[in-house]
């Protein structure tokens, strides 16, 4: 079986005639009887797009292997997943976050929206370099007292600006 039976064979198993397969892939219908008939091939283009328009493995309708349709998605998540192209720890985290309480997913809310307010306000500045833990070691007495004062500071506005809010 070639590529055009196998066009064939996918539209009529959907029950589209030429016509609506065509116009399903922005294209005229005369193309699609050049495909079935095999006057014409499909390009690479159209390839994935009857795939992804109608939900085709690209192996089963570029050389027949495997089972026609892929696998449809067990869940939304999977779904948006195979939408947006999420890496493992993107879908891991959209699940997880999914699936904690509303008033868990509001926390996070809170938190986020505190972290925006303090850079905001000139209260932190990703430009504003961190003294590294390994460096601590290293400072003097004074420098600690004043690294620390500093830190205290930052939580007194902090707590002011929850108390106002």
């Known amino acids: 079986m070639n590529i055009g039976s196998r066009i064939k064979r996918l539209r009529k198993e959907l029950g589209l005639t030429q016509t609506e397969f065509a116009a399903r892939i922005g294209s005229v219908q005369n193309t699609v009887t050049g495909y ?3 006057r014409r091939n499909p390009s690479a283009p159209v390839i994935s797009l009857i795939c992804r328009e109608f939900n085709v493995r690209e192996e089963w309708l570029r050389d027949g292997t495997g089972e026609m349709f892929k696998a449809a998605p067990s869940s939304a998540l999977d779904a948006l997943s195979e939408e947006y192209g999420l890496s493992n720890a993107a879908y891991v985290m959209v699940e997880k976050f999914v699936n904690l309480k509303p008033e868990s997913q509001e926390t996070i809310f809170n938190y986020v929206r505190e972290v925006a307010a ?4 000139g209260e932190i500045s990703p430009a504003t370099p961190v003294a590294p833990v390994a460096d601590f070691s290293k400072l003097s007495v004074d420098e ?4 620390y004062r500093q830190e205290l500071e930052r939580e007194e506005k902090v707590a002011e600006k929850s ?3």
Not at 118 to 121: I, R, T, Y
Not at 144 to 147: N, Y
């Open 163 to 165: 108390e106002v809010s």
């Open 144 to 147: 600690k007292v004043e690294l």
């Open 36 to 38: 079935e008939s095999e």
């Open 118 to 121: 303090a850079f905001q306000s």
